[in-house]
């Protein structure tokens, strides 16, 4: 096969040989396996997508000790076990020493986007006060009405609103990393912006405890 | 009757077309890819809508679904001086050959004592290295040191690269050249390992913290 024939030399022999007619081509099949088996070896060991990072900033650590936690204004409190995920809203009363509407009491949800009780229903109701807003921006920079950086900064100025959704993170031995990573996303696709993961309480824990044994 | 005359073809294509097409993609694949560096942990990370590309210049902790913790370093020359700084509060000595391997090498997890064999190892049997991953417990806090020597030593490496910039007469923001922190934990690692890991980080007052995350579809930007 891939053979180069001779040229034709040696023609002016006295013999009379016969340059041997040979074709110009050469045989590039294994040229042809190289280059593939190249691009199947490139093909495979490069990667295109870069991973993405999810960014989250974190209070700056303080020494002192706080005294009582400070006064939360409407805010959700996620307690997050192993592929669970339960929730209570506003301020959390201990069985000892019930608030108004009595104890503390944790409502199940889910990481379903899709499902009426999911979280993803459940952050956009509670946070409808900029969910509205934000769509009503988003008309007017589609309308041409706003800059969109007029928009960028207005929106950090609504998610940190009295009025706006704070969200509390509270994890117990058990839960994943997925878990909580699930739950962030969730709370930044709801365009909320305090969230706050913080050390889960032992009356909390004993409460989470025993609606996991249900 | 006129004899058909079958015309005499030969069996052999034309195969240039398709070998200038090989080797075009060849190319393009060479200079487009950048190689996947071989780890000693495969990481299943959650999803997010996020769309944040992982920062060039980034100090990495990965977290494995066991739980072990792993340090990564992306600047060689930082990953040189972390190293020198860390040889000397532990008093590891390593050769010349040890440290050019080490600044060239990706993602490792074990402790100061035994990273010296670990550098010697083959690269591809670094998968199978016991070990129980970098300390960070409170009498032996290793990865808090990695983390903060390799900040200095970051900060240090970026302040050189802005001065560059500056000088090339481009606008350079200060803050893309100072290391950015990263945390890649398995799916399946419990939380409260990531959770002293962020602690580790809050500690050395390093507060913005990025999680690697796979993407997934934003309903709140379908495009």
Redesign the interface.
């Known amino acids: 096969m891939a053979e180069i024939a001779e040229g034709g030399g040696g023609g002016h022999d006295k013999g009379k040989k016969r340059a041997k007619k040979s074709s110009t081509?050469v045989d590039?099949?294994p040229?042809?396996d190289l280059?593939?088996l190249?691009?199947t070896f490139?093909?495979l060991?490069?990667?295109?997508?870069?991973?993405?990072?999810?960014?989250?900033?974190?209070?700056?650590?303080i020494n002192e000790p706080i005294g009582d936690a400070p006064k939360l204004n409407n805010g959700i409190t996620f307690l997050?076990s192993k592929d669970k995920i339960y929730y209570y809203t506003g301020e959390f009363y201990p069985a000892n020493r019930p608030g108004k509407n009595g104890p503390t009491k944790l409502t199940e949800t889910n990481f379903s986007?899709s499902s009426p009780t999911g979280l993803?229903k459940l952050l956009a109701n509670l946070n409808s006060y900029v969910l509205l807003r934000k769509e009503g921006m988003v008309k007017k920079v589609k309308a041409k009405q706003m800059a969109d950086t007029t928009y960028t900064r207005e929106l950090e100025a609504l998610k940190g609103k009295p009025e706006a959704l704070k969200v509390l993170v509270k994890?117990d031995?058990?839960?994943?990393?997925?878990?909580?990573?699930?739950l962030?996303?969730e709370v930044?696709?709801a365009?909320i912006g305090v969230i706050a993961?913080v050390p889960i309480l032992p009356e909390e824990l004993k409460l989470l405890e025993s609606e996991l044994k249900k | 009757m006129p004899k058909i005359k079958i015309p005499k073809s030969s069996p052999s294509i034309d195969m240039t077309p398709m070998v200038d097409l090989a080797f075009l993609l060849v190319t393009f694949f060479m200079l487009a890819a950048s190689f996947r560096p071989s780890e000693p942990v495969t990481i299943e990370t959650a999803s997010s809508i996020s769309d944040k590309v992982i920062p060039e210049n980034n100090i990495m902790v990965t977290i494995n679904s066991e739980g072990k913790v792993y340090f990564n370093l992306t600047d060689p020359e930082a990953r040189k001086e972390a190293l020198a700084n860390m040889a000397s509060l532990y008093k590891v000595t390593f050769n010349d050959e040890q440290i050019e391997k080490f600044s060239l090498m990706s993602t490792f997890g074990c402790t100061m004592k035994e990273l010296p064999a670990y550098i010697d190892l083959p690269g591809d049997s670094r998968k199978e290295f016991k070990t129980e991953g970098v300390p960070l417990d409170s009498l032996d806090n290793q990865l808090k040191n990695w983390i903060s020597y390799s900040n200095l030593a970051g900060l240090n490496s970026g302040k050189t690269a802005y001065e560059e910039a500056k000088k090339k007469g481009l606008a350079p923001d200060a803050n893309d050249f100072k290391p950015k922190f990263i945390i890649r934990a398995d799916g399946k690692a419990v939380y409260k390992k990531a959770e002293k890991v962020i602690d580790v980080f809050r500690d050395l007052n390093l507060n913005n913290l990025n999680f690697v995350t796979s993407s997934e579809f934003n309903p709140n930007n379908p495009n």
């Open positions: 081509r590039m099949t040229m042809v280059a593939f190249l691009l490139f093909v060991t490069s990667t295109f997508s870069k991973p993405k990072v999810m960014s989250l900033a974190y209070p700056a650590k997050v986007a993803r994890t031995d058990k839960a994943l990393c997925k878990n909580f990573i699930d962030i996303d930044k696709i365009e993961p």
